[in-house]
């Protein structure tokens, strides 16, 4: 004997819009003096934990540039940044969200 009282399927869910950062109000990572006299380059791929406030509650690194120093850059960098908060419908929810960061050296002659 079922106990279970369903009435039809279940309401679709509402659409989710995901976290994204404030890329324009953030200040970019520092560039590590010795990750640039070294011509070290990379992008730092992170998971990000952000809150329906839109700020940054954890973090972690889920693919490493190959330098130490530049995914600790960037992690330092992104922990203090704020989001857009993630949306399910008409509220704020939290939301992990994938971030990367590239470190780029412009214009530099390598030889």
């Known amino acids: 004997l079922s106990t279970s009282h369903s009435s039809g399927p279940e309401p679709p869910a509402a659409p989710l819009r995901q976290a994204l950062p404030l890329y324009l109000k953030n200040p970019p990572p520092e560039y590590p ?3 640039r006299r ?3 380059e990379g992008t730092v791929m992170m998971e990000v934990f952000v809150d329906r406030e839109g700020k940054v509650r954890d973090l972690r ?13 960037a992690m330092r960098a992104v ?33």
């Open 33 to 35: 003096p010795a990750a």
């Open 38 to 40: 070294r011509g070290y």
């Open 61 to 73: 690194l889920v693919q490493s540039s190959g330098h130490a120093m530049l995914d600790r850059a």
């Open 79 to 111: 922990k203090g940044w704020r989001f857009e908060p993630a949306r399910q419908g008409d509220e704020d929810v939290d939301m992990w969200v994938k971030v990367p960061l590239t470190f780029r050296l412009k214009d530099q002659d390598r030889n």
